[in-house]
């Protein structure tokens, strides 16, 4: 590999380019965990990138019990657990009955459903809310679920119908000669292969309704039921000059996405890839 880098130039820059944008990325996730191990007065005094002399784990202690991360973290983790199988089983049966079942109309609803992908959800704000707050869900967590799963799935559907559109049709009409229903088909054919996009679109997901604010800011206005972002918000309000546990309490915020991430990252690639060119 050195070998090679040495003789291609073209190679030696892009790996030095490669290399540049990576610590531009990492810089900022090395500040904030440096930042959450020192006290207030070693934040002042030392440097951004500067390790702690003398570490303080205690901040995120202090972090968890005085922003009460307790109950946002629940509510975080539950809303989440919930969402993301759920928003992937309901795309994957949409995604497969548009692949594979012949109907005229299935390529007026996969343009339906592809619409609702190019609508910002910040423009969907004040009528969802009217909305959700008609059906007297406010400060529920199927208030939040419902939205959730309507501005999750079309994104999902789209990806998951160019990967089964991908698939050898022979497969599928070999096991509904053989007597399969289409459930089986999907469970015991199309499951196995498709394994690697349903991870990778899970990451995604499950970053995406972790950190979601916007949506959870106006259905959530009870603070038993917020979620993490919230509770976040509502701690640097109250905490912005203790940087030590401030710092902290954004770790414990995005660690649960990192770890998940860190997990299934094997099959991001390979999956996202395969999604996008099949079809």
């Known amino acids: 590999m050195l070998r090679d880098i040495r003789r291609d130039p073209v190679l030696l820059v892009l790996w030095i380019t490669l290399v540049a944008f990576a610590l531009i990325w990492v810089a900022p996730f090395v500040f904030i965990v440096f930042t959450s191990l020192k006290s207030s007065g070693e934040v002042m005094a030392s440097g951004a990138f500067t390790p702690p002399m003398e570490p303080q784990p205690g901040n995120y202690v202090f972090a968890w019990n005085r ?3 307790d109950r946002s973290f629940f509510n975080s983790a539950l809303i989440t657990i919930v969402k993301v199988p759920l928003g992937l089983a309901v795309s994957a049966l949409c995604a497969y009955a548009l692949a594979q079942m012949k109907s005229r109309f299935n390529r007026v609803l996969l343009l339906l459903i592809v619409f609702g992908t190019m609508i910002p959800f910040q423009v969907m704000l004040a009528p969802l809310f009217t909305l959700v707050n008609g059906f007297g869900l ?3 967590y199927v208030g939040l679920l419902l939205p959730y799963l309507a501005f999750g799935i079309p994104y999902q559907v789209f990806i998951l119908h160019s990967f089964f559109r991908g698939v050898p049709k022979e497969l599928s009409e070999a096991a509904l000669i053989d007597g399969a229903s289409h459930l089986t088909t999907l469970r015991r054919i199309f499951l196995p292969i498709m394994l690697p996009v349903l991870a990778a679109l899970m990451i995604l997901d499950f970053v995406a309704t972790w950190n979601e604010f916007a ?5 959530m206005q009870d603070r038993n039921m917020w979620t993490l972002p919230l509770g976040l918000m509502s701690f640097q309000g109250q905490f912005s000059t203790d940087y030590g546990q401030l710092n902290a309490a954004i770790v414990i915020t995005v660690l ?15 999956g996202l890839t395969s999604g996008a060119v099949k079809g």
């Open 67 to 69: 922003g009460g991360f």
């Open 138 to 140: 406010v400060n529920t």
């Open 215 to 219: 949506m959870a800011l106006v259905i």
């Open 256 to 270: 649960p996405a990192v770890l998940v991430y860190l997990i299934f990252q094997r099959y991001f690639v390979s």
